[in-house]
């Protein structure tokens, strides 16, 4: 009878499993990188800048060490979710210009603004994100010209005042986001949008800008 070799059993039976495809690890990847990012906006959200990094790993269903493998520190964490945020924003700038009237895309494009803001003040993003000037100015540009997007279209309409810009509605806007808290529910920051996008429609028979 032929005596078996455990150590050499171990390594043929291991040498027979097929590795992992590097496209099924890249979309696994994936797929935990936006879990990771969909439970750590709503523990943010929930509990502030300093929520626990323990608690978004356990929504996630992911161990800490894919958390930290994919985001090594807490400001990086909410860096991507910033920037998954703005591009969301600028992508849907460009869909609102191809599907909706001028001033639907206005209003639906500057609601989801305040939505983006008023979410980051309360995740404290402000402060954690103090230090990465560079990062702030390169998102705040890419807001300022997807406002660009819908609001120059309403004004070549003639459905938008001439003279106000981007700037000035994103910080209305941010203004809003700041000057109202959780306990106020939806309500009073749609109805402040409202007031500003009134203030921005073009009176009745304004010759559209060239």
Known sequence: M???NPAKDSTDAAASVPPPTPGASRADARVNRERILTAAREVFSESGPEASL???ARRAAVGPGTLYRHFP???ALMVAIVKDRVTA????????RESHTPDDALAAWFAALLAHARLHQGMGVVAMLGETVDFGIDCHRVVLDAADTVLSRAQREGTARTDVDAGDLVQLVAGIAL????DDGPSRPERLLGLVLDSAHAATGTTPTP
């Open 2 to 4: 032929t005596k078996r």
């Open 179 to 182: 000057a109202t808290t959780r």
């Open 54 to 56: 323990n608690e978004i």
């Open 89 to 96: 924003l600028s992508r849907l700038a460009d869909a609102l």
């Open 73 to 75: 520190n807490r400001q």
